[in-house]
Every structure is written in structure tokens, then in C-alpha cells.
């Protein structure tokens, strides 16, 4: 049976895997025959209130086996979702909703007071969706359809929603199931929110791979830890934040035994040498998958377990069925070691962003090299500096909007930030650009230290001094007990930088 919907895949595992765990929570397991039913019963519920294919569903819930019977209903009835995370404030979620233009909103009675003054309907999630008669009818949804808008979080501005189709959706989790090595045996920890593109396609790869997913009660490191062991979990993603929290104090994540994690993998953000290096002495039999991805294409390259020693710094090389290209400012491919922009073609290229004609038309270019009578293909223009070393394995720089020069240098602060990371007094460090009195840029460091107490900002500007040349040496340091976050958990760089400046 193929599989180009994600009706389909759902339909799949509910024939092959019908009575086996689907979605697992505080030791209640939902088979992939019950998730079935209850996205039939979800389906009939909006199309009670009218939704019909093409609509956009706005879900404000938490993560849970009724949320994805909410996303599979919707997927049913041809119709949009748009997962909006409930740690967002009512302005966040205002917009969302009217941005996407919803015809209705999925919530609990807890985040119903985010749509406080919203016109747009709502439905209760805990209303009783039996209707006894069967799933709706669903109409002709083919792969090019859209499945989901993925509000990114963005580094200025209000979110901007991606639009993701069926077949991006499911060569996402193909690919990254595929890479993985992920079986029916594995049972995977979902701590990312699934309105970050990373946490959906990890929910969608277990799937695939007919899996289970088991939802993590609480963020908080030492629980996480008792749920690692307790379920038997095999797989865990995280960004670094989470990461830096696993391995400091009062978390157990370093001391304990946990013969069935399989492996780790990390996206959203660099980890930190050290922090690898901890996790790999703790957990030697515990495979280390370091991954970028961005939005607008899911995951882009990642760089093998037993890479990580050969090509230290390194985001890897592009993920199955795709070409990563790294281009100068006038489109041609760059020269190993030379820096560029990292263009992503491929089949989980989105289809540009929601009701924003002029955002789409500067990031999803048409494909530089085409083929001369082919269908038209466009590309991902990422936005970030990458560069290749001469076996084609590539290196985050930083974002091309954050560059700045220094004393007529131009600067990454991604080169900054990781050098002071490599101090050892830091968990994490946000670097940016200033105007002095002159109107020339100075460098402001924000750091976390390690060690609050006995951290001082003279040993860090001593090693700065040291080991960076004049024209990246911060001016000033500002230091945090820890930064905001995003949704998806993420340092939100740009609240760092606001506060400060």
C-alpha cells in the first residue's frame, strides 16, 4: 500500500500494528487501532462545526493521544492544522489564529482564556466526540495537499506559518526513521513540542517505523531521567538547552544506567564539545546523532555517530534524498573552506509561507542548476552561513542576518559565541552588535555561567584576551542565571538581545 497521506500512514499501522502501543502517557497506552478511531470520532465532530478540506483547525492543546486524534482527524477531512503550542501568550496565539485565518480552534477549558476576545469559534477538546455512526466521508486528498501550518518562532517579527504538505510530512519521517534505524521495538520520548517542526516529525518517524511514541510528563531533568529508565525508552531528540540541563546538577542523567536508550539525537542549536563528551562517557553504548534542519525543510544534514570524533564541529552532510548546496552571493557553489549560504532541494522542501507572497519569493528560489525541460523545482535558501571541508562535510558559521564587523571586519557571532563556550566556564553564550557613541558596532556578550557563584566575568575576559583576536573580543559582558526560551525550547536569541540593548 503506498503511503501519501497521513490519513494513510495511520490507516497502515492500524491494519499492520492495530493492538500494539501507538501513544503511551503516565502508563496509559493508546493502541494504533484506538488512535484510529479516536481521529474518526474527532473528524465527525468538525465536521459537525462545518470544517471541510482545505480549512485550517487551530490546535491548543497540550501534547497527548487526544491531540493527535485532533491532527489525524483534521488530516481526515482534508482540512489544515495548525498546532499551536499553549506556552504561547494570548498575543502570540491571537495572531496565530487570525493569521491562519481558522475556522475554528480545538482547546482545553486550561488554554481557552488564551482566546479571551477571539471571534473565531471554539471547540471543546474534552467534549464527547462519540457519534456511533462511523468516520465522515473523506474527500480526494492527494500528497501535494496541505497537512499543517508551522508558525515559526523567528528571529524578528511575528511567526510566520510554513505551509507543510502531506508528502513533506511523511519524507520527513521516512528519512529520519530511515537514518535512525528505527524499528517496532522503539520507543521513543516525546519532550519536544509538536508545533516545533523537529518534535512533529520525531512523533511521525516512530510511526512510520510503527514505534512508540511515550509523552514526557514534566521537563524537569531528574524526571526526565526516572521516565528514561522506567519506560525503557530507546530514543530521546533534544536541543541544547535540554542537553545542558541533563548533565548539571541535581540531574542523574550522567550517573544512572540506562540500557535501552539506543540513541540521542540533537537539533535546534550547536552542542557544545564537552557536553557531548559527557553524555558519551556516561552512555557508551548510546548512539550521539548531532542533526540541523530548519522549518521551511525539517531536517537538512546530520552527521553520524561515529563521525562525531572525525569531523568535531561538524552538522554532517545532507539526510537521504537530498542535495545540500553551498552558495556565494551570486549563486555559484562555493569552494571548500569558503563560507556561504546553505540552500536545502529536496522532497521535504515546504511550500512557502502562509499568505506572505514576498517572504516566499526570497526563500523558496527556483532550483539554481535546472535540468533543461524539467518541471520547475524550488529550493530552501536557509538564510545561514555554512561552509564544506574538502570531504564535503559542513560547518555552521552563523546567520547571515546577524553578521556585523568589527574595526571593518566582518563577524559571525556563532565564532565568538563558540569560542567562549570553549573557555569551559559556560552553558551557553549569545553574542551581538551594539553602537556605540560613534555609531561603531562593539561586541556584547550574554553568558551563562557553569558555576554561578564562583564565576567572574575577569577569567572570561583573561581567556577572551587570550584566545580571540582584537577585532572579536566583547566589550562587555552580561551574565545571566539563564536565558528565555522559545516555544520549542530553544535560547530565544532574540528576547536576549532586547533586554539588553
Same mark, same amino acid.
Given at each position: 500500500?503506498?503511503?501519501?497521506?497521513?490519513?494513510?500512514?495511520?490507516?497502515?499501522?492500524?491494519?499492520?500494528?492495530?493492538?500494539?502501543?501507538?501513544?503511551?502517557?503516565?502508563?496509559?497506552?493508546?493502541? *494504533?487501532?484506538?488512535?484510529?478511531?479516536?481521529?474518526?470520532? =474527532?473528524?465527525?465532530?468538525?465536521?459537525?462545526?462545518?470544517?471541510?478540506?482545505?480549512?485550517?483547525?487551530?490546535?491548543?492543546?497540550?501534547?497527548?493521544?487526544?491531540?493527535? +486524534?485532533?491532527?489525524?482527524? =483534521?488530516?481526515?477531512?482534508?482540512?489544515?492544522?495548525?498546532?499551536?503550542? /499553549?506556552?504561547?501568550?494570548?498575543?502570540?496565539? +491571537?495572531?496565530?489564529?487570525?493569521?491562519?485565518?481558522?475556522?475554528?480552534?480545538?482547546?482545553?477549558?486550561?488554554?481557552?482564556?488564551?482566546?479571551? +476576545?477571539?471571534?473565531?469559534?471554539?471547540?471543546?477538546?474534552?467534549?464527547?466526540?462519540?457519534?456511533? %455512526? %462511523?468516520?465522515?466521508?473523506?474527500?480526494?486528498?492527494?500528497?501535494?495537499?496541505?497537512?499543517?501550518?508551522?508558525?515559526?518562532?523567528?528571529?524578528? %517579527?511575528?511567526?510566520?506559518? #510554513?505551509?507543510?504538505?502531506?508528502? @513533506?510530512?511523511?519524507?520527513?519521517?521516512?528519512?529520519?526513521?530511515?537514518?535512525?534505524?528505527?524499528?517496532?521495538?522503539?520507543?521513543?520520548?516525546?519532550?519536544?513540542?509538536?508545533?516545533?517542526?523537529?518534535?512533529? @516529525?520525531?512523533?511521525?518517524?516512530?510511526?512510520?517505523?510503527?514505534?512508540?511514541?511515550?509523552?514526557?510528563?514534566?521537563?524537569? !531533568?531528574? /524526571?526526565?531521567?526516572?521516565?528514561?529508565?522506567?519506560?525503557? &525508552?530507546?530514543?530521546?531528540?533534544?536541543?541544547?538547552?535540554?542537553?545542558?540541563?541533563?548533565? $548539571? $546538577?541535581? =540531574?542523574?542523567?550522567?550517573?544512572?544506567?540506562?540500557?535501552?536508550?539506543?540513541?540521542?539525537?540533537?537539533?535546534?542549536?550547536?552542542?557544545?564539545?564537552?557536553?557531548?563528551?559527557?553524555?558519551?562517557?556516561?552512555?557508551?553504548?548510546?548512539?550521539?546523532?548531532?542533526?540541523?534542519?530548519?522549518?521551511? !525543510?525539517? $531536517?537538512?544534514?546530520?552527521?553520524?555517530?561515529?563521525?562525531?570524533?572525525?569531523?568535531?564541529?561538524?552538522?554532517?552532510?545532507?539526510?537521504?534524498?537530498?542535495?545540500?548546496? #553551498?552558495?556565494?552571493?551570486?549563486? !555559484?557553489?562555493?569552494?571548500?573552506?569558503?563560507?556561504?549560504?546553505?540552500?536545502?532541494?529536496?522532497?521535504?522542501?515546504?511550500?512557502?509561507?502562509?499568505?506572505?507572497?514576498?517572504?516566499?519569493?526570497?526563500?523558496? $528560489?527556483?532550483?539554481?542548476?535546472?535540468?533543461?525541460? =524539467?518541471?520547475?523545482?524550488?529550493?530552501?535558501?536557509?538564510?545561514?552561513?555554512?561552509?564544506?571541508?574538502?570531504?564535503?562535510?559542513?560547518?555552521?558559521?552563523?546567520?547571515?542576518?546577524?553578521?556585523?564587523?568589527?574595526?571593518?571586519?566582518?563577524?559571525?557571532?556563532?565564532?565568538?559565541?563558540?569560542?567562549?563556550?570553549?573557555?569551559?566556564?559556560?552553558?551557553?553564550?549569545? #553574542?551581538?552588535?551594539?553602537?556605540?557613541?560613534?555609531?561603531?558596532?562593539? &561586541?556584547?556578550?550574554?553568558?551563562?555561567?557553569?558555576?554561578?557563584?564562583?564565576?567572574?566575568?575577569?577569567?572570561?575576559?583573561? *581567556?577572551?584576551?587570550?584566545?580571540?583576536?582584537?577585532?572579536?573580543?566583547?566589550?562587555?559582558?552580561?551574565?545571566?542565571?539563564?536565558?528565555?526560551?522559545?516555544?520549542?525550547?530553544?535560547?530565544?536569541? !532574540?528576547?536576549?538581545?532586547?533586554?539588553?540593548?
Amino acid at each position: 500500500m503506498g503511503l501519501y497521506t497521513l490519513t494513510d500512514l495511520l490507516d497502515e499501522r492500524s491494519a499492520t500494528r492495530a493492538f500494539a502501543p501507538a501513544v503511551e502517557r503516565a502508563g496509559e497506552a493508546v493502541t *494504533y487501532r484506538g488512535l484510529r478511531d479516536l481521529a474518526h470520532e =474527532s473528524a465527525a465532530a468538525l465536521a459537525a462545526q462545518g470544517v471541510r478540506k482545505g480549512d485550517r483547525v487551530a490546535l491548543l492543546l497540550p501534547r497527548s493521544h487526544e491531540a493527535l +486524534g485532533w491532527l489525524f482527524g =483534521s488530516a481526515h477531512l482534508g482540512a489544515v492544522a495548525v498546532i499551536v503550542h /499553549e506556552s504561547l501568550k494570548q498575543q502570540q496565539v +491571537g495572531h496565530i489564529v487570525r493569521h491562519s485565518g481558522a475556522r475554528l480552534v480545538v482547546a482545553d477549558q486550561r488554554a481557552r482564556k488564551l482566546l479571551t +476576545g477571539s471571534e473565531t469559534p471554539v471547540l471543546s477538546s474534552e467534549a464527547d466526540r462519540r457519534t456511533g %455512526g %462511523g468516520p465522515p466521508p473523506s474527500p480526494r486528498i492527494i500528497g501535494q495537499d496541505l497537512a499543517a501550518l508551522i508558525y515559526t518562532s523567528g528571529s524578528t %517579527g511575528l511567526p510566520k506559518g #510554513v505551509m507543510v504538505t502531506h508528502a @513533506n510530512l511523511l519524507a520527513g519521517a521516512r528519512i529520519v526513521a530511515d537514518y535512525l534505524g528505527l524499528t517496532v521495538d522503539d520507543r521513543t520520548l516525546s519532550l519536544l513540542p509538536w508545533s516545533f517542526d523537529a518534535g512533529l @516529525n520525531q512523533v511521525l518517524a516512530t510511526f512510520w517505523a510503527g514505534g512508540t511514541v511515550v509523552i514526557a510528563s514534566s521537563a524537569y !531533568a531528574p /524526571e526526565i531521567c526516572r521516565t528514561l529508565a522506567a519506560a525503557r &525508552i530507546t530514543g530521546l531528540a533534544g536541543v541544547p538547552p535540554l542537553w545542558e540541563s541533563l548533565i $548539571r $546538577r541535581p =540531574s542523574p542523567f550522567l550517573d544512572i544506567e540506562l540500557p535501552h536508550l539506543r540513541y540521542v539525537s540533537n537539533t535546534g542549536g550547536s552542542l557544545r564539545a564537552s557536553t557531548v563528551d559527557s553524555i558519551r562517557r556516561a552512555h557508551p553504548r548510546t548512539q550521539i546523532y548531532l542533526m540541523y534542519g530548519l522549518t521551511e !525543510a525539517f $531536517r537538512s544534514t546530520y552527521l553520524r555517530p561515529e563521525l562525531i570524533d572525525r569531523y568535531p564541529g561538524s552538522i554532517g552532510q545532507a539526510i537521504p534524498d537530498t542535495e545540500i548546496m #553551498v552558495l556565494n552571493e551570486s549563486g !555559484a557553489p562555493c569552494r571548500p573552506g569558503e563560507v556561504g549560504e546553505l540552500v536545502h532541494r529536496g522532497p521535504t522542501v515546504t511550500a512557502g509561507y502562509w499568505n506572505d507572497l514576498q517572504a516566499t519569493t526570497r526563500v523558496f $528560489r527556483p532550483h539554481p542548476s535546472p535540468v533543461p525541460g =524539467s518541471t520547475p523545482e524550488y529550493v530552501v535558501h536557509s538564510g545561514d552561513c555554512v561552509r564544506a571541508d574538502s570531504d564535503g562535510f559542513l560547518y555552521y558559521v552563523g546567520r547571515m542576518d546577524e553578521q556585523f564587523k568589527s574595526r571593518g571586519i566582518r563577524v559571525n557571532p556563532s565564532e565568538i559565541e563558540s569560542a567562549l563556550l570553549h573557555s569551559g566556564l559556560l552553558s551557553e553564550a549569545v #553574542v551581538f552588535a551594539e553602537a556605540d557613541e560613534n555609531g561603531e558596532d562593539r &561586541i556584547i556578550a550574554a553568558v551563562v555561567p557553569k558555576e554561578t557563584d564562583s564565576f567572574e566575568t575577569g577569567q572570561l575576559a583573561s *581567556y577572551t584576551r587570550a584566545s580571540l583576536p582584537t577585532h572579536q573580543q566583547p566589550a562587555r559582558f552580561h551574565v545571566a542565571t539563564e536565558f528565555p526560551r522559545t516555544s520549542s525550547g530553544k535560547t530565544d536569541r !532574540a528576547t536576549v538581545k532586547r533586554r539588553l540593548q
